[in-house]
C-alpha cells in the first residue's frame, strides 16, 4: 500500500455538462454551485457575515493546485511542490488537492462570482505544499518536511487528506513543532470503513475528520475510532478540479470532509486570531451538532467525534477560550529517543512527571538529614551541592508549561441567538429553496 493515499472516490469523475471554463451555459455553471449542498447546510451567507477567512494561510499538503482555475485565481500562493522542487500552484493534470483548495478558498467565477465552486472560507489563502506519489521510489515519507515547510512559511491551519501507512519520527517531531508554533492540524480518517483511524488522523495534536452524507448519518466507508474528533460533509461533493477539460469533480470521503473543518478553522482563526489553535478546536467542538436520535451518544463518539460541525454557530455562540490545548492531546518530542518520537498527554500530565523527579531529590535529602553522624551529614550536602550545580532545575521551573486537559462537552449547552436553532442536521435554512433531507425520515437517521 502507498504512502500517500489521497482520501476521496470519485463518483461518476466529472460532473455532468461542465466543459470547459467559460464555455459551459450559464444553467450548467450555476447547476455546480447549486450542488454544494453543504453551503446551503451550513448557511454559508450568515456565516460570510461574521467571517470569509481573511487574512488565514491554510497549507494544503497534496497533490500541487492548479492555482489558475477560475475559482480559485489569487488565492492560491506559490507554495513549493517537493515533487520537483518548482512552485506548488501549477498543477494541469492531478485533481486531489485543487478539490481541496476549493472547497477551503474557492471564491467561484463570473458576475458576483455567483458561478462555480465557492469555498467554505473564500477569502483565505492556500499555501499549496505538493508531495510525491505513489510508486516514485521515495525511501522516506517526507510528512515531517512539509509540515515544517507549511509551518514556517506562516500557514496557521494545515489541511491533510492523505493516509499516510506509517509515520516516522521525522513525521512526529514535525507534528510537535507545528503544535509548539501554534499552527491547527486537520486530517482524515481513512476510506477504508475499518475501526480504526488512519496513523496520522490518531496522532497526538490533530483533529481527526469523518465524514457524513446530507441527514448527518456516517458515510459507510469513513473510518472509526476513539481519537475521532469531529464529523463534516463528505458524501456527493462537488470541488474544482485540474483538468481543464473537466474542471469540476463529484466525489465522496474524508478527504472532502477534512477541507471543509479546515475552511471553518479558517473562519475561526480570522475572526478571533487571539485564540490557540487549541481553543479554535474547542470552538468547533463545542458548537457541534448531532441528528436527531443521537442526541444521547457519549462523546466523543467513534463515529461522529463531538459531532459534525457547525461553522455559524462556532463564529457566534458564546463559548468560552478554555485552555491552552483544548481538546487536543499535546504532541511532545522525546528526547529518549535520540530523533524524536512523540508521547502525549496534557501540560499538566507533563508537569507532573517533571515534579515526580525533584520529589526523588526530596527523599534522598530526607533519609541524609536521619542520618546522625555529623561526618555523613557533611558529606551527603557537598554531594548535593554537586548535583545541583549540574543539573538543575527544568527549564521553566518545576511544574512546566500547560493547562487543564479537555472535559467531554453535552452537546447543545452553547445556544446560538437568533432564529437559528439547530433546524436539523445538515438542513437548509428555511430561507432557501429545498431542503436537506427533501423529506422527513421514517425513523431517526443514521440508524
Do not use: C
Amino acid at each position: 500500500m502507498g504512502f500517500t493515499r489521497t482520501l476521496r472516490a470519485v463518483g461518476g469523475a466529472a460532473v455532468a455538462g461542465a466543459l470547459l471554463f467559460g464555455a459551459a451555459p450559464t444553467a450548467v455553471a450555476d447547476q455546480i454551485r447549486n450542488d454544494q449542498w453543504p453551503l446551503k447546510a451550513f448557511d454559508a451567507a450568515s456565516i460570510w457575515k461574521e467571517s470569509t477567512g481573511k487574512g488565514v494561510t491554510v497549507a494544503v499538503v497534496d497533490d500541487p493546485v492548479y492555482g489558475s482555475h477560475p475559482d480559485l485565481k489569487g488565492n492560491v500562493l506559490p507554495g513549493k511542490n517537493f515533487i520537483d522542487g518548482g512552485r506548488g500552484d501549477q498543477e494541469s493534470s492531478k485533481n486531489h488537492g485543487t478539490g481541496m483548495a476549493s472547497l477551503i478558498a474557492g471564491h467561484g467565477h463570473g458576475a458576483g462570482n455567483s458561478d462555480g465552486v465557492m469555498g467554505l472560507a473564500p477569502d483565505a489563502k492556500i499555501l499549496p505544499v505538493g508531495r510525491p506519489e505513489v510508486g516514485t521510489g521515495v525511501e522516506n515519507s517526507g510528512l515531517g518536511e512539509w509540515i515544517r515547510y507549511a509551518v514556517d512559511h506562516d500557514a496557521s491551519v494545515i489541511n491533510l487528506s492523505i493516509a499516510p501507512d506509517f509515520l516516522t519520527d521525522s513525521d512526529k517531531e514535525a507534528l510537535a513543532y507545528a503544535g509548539q508554533k501554534d499552527v491547527l492540524v486537520v486530517a482524515g480518517a481513512g476510506n477504508d470503513g475499518e475501526s480504526k483511524l488512519t496513523a496520522l488522523a490518531a496522532s497526538p495534536g490533530v483533529v481527526a475528520v469523518g465524514a457524513v452524507d446530507k441527514a448527518g448519518k456516517p458515510w459507510v466507508k469513513s473510518n472509526s475510532g476513539s481519537q475521532m474528533m469531529l464529523s463534516a460533509p463528505g458524501v456527493e461533493i462537488t470541488s474544482a478540479s485540474a483538468s481543464g477539460s473537466n474542471p469540476y469533480h463529484l466525489a465522496d470521503g474524508t478527504s472532502d470532509s477534512t477541507a471543509y473543518v479546515s475552511a471553518a478553522a479558517a473562519l475561526l482563526r480570522s475572526k478571533f486570531p487571539d485564540l490557540t489553535a487549541g481553543q479554535i478546536a474547542n470552538r468547533l467542538v463545542k458548537s457541534a451538532g448531532l441528528p436527531p436520535g443521537k442526541k444521547g451518544l457519549e462523546l466523543p463518539d467513534s463515529h461522529y467525534g463531538y459531532g459534525f460541525i457547525q461553522p455559524l454557530k462556532a463564529l457566534t455562540a458564546d463559548i468560552p477560550a478554555g485552555s491552552k490545548n483544548g481538546p487536543l492531546k499535546t504532541p511532545k518530542a522525546d528526547p529518549a529517543a535520540g530523533t524524536g518520537g512523540t508521547t502525549s498527554g496534557s501540560g499538566d500530565q507533563q508537569a507532573s512527571g517533571q515534579q515526580e523527579e525533584g520529589l526523588g531529590v526530596g527523599a534522598i535529602v530526607g533519609i541524609a538529614v536521619g542520618v546522625l553522624v555529623v561526618v555523613a551529614i557533611i558529606v551527603i550536602v557537598v554531594v548535593r551541592q554537586k548535583k545541583n550545580d549540574r543539573n538543575g532545575p527544568p527549564p521553566g521551573g518545576f511544574g512546566g508549561p500547560g493547562g487543564p486537559g479537555f472535559a467531554p462537552q453535552q452537546p447543545g449547552p452553547y445556544q446560538q441567538p437568533g432564529p437559528y436553532q439547530q433546524p436539523g442536521p445538515y438542513q437548509q435554512q428555511p430561507s432557501a429553496p429545498g431542503a436537506f433531507p427533501p423529506a422527513p425520515p421514517t425513523q431517526p437517521p443514521g440508524q
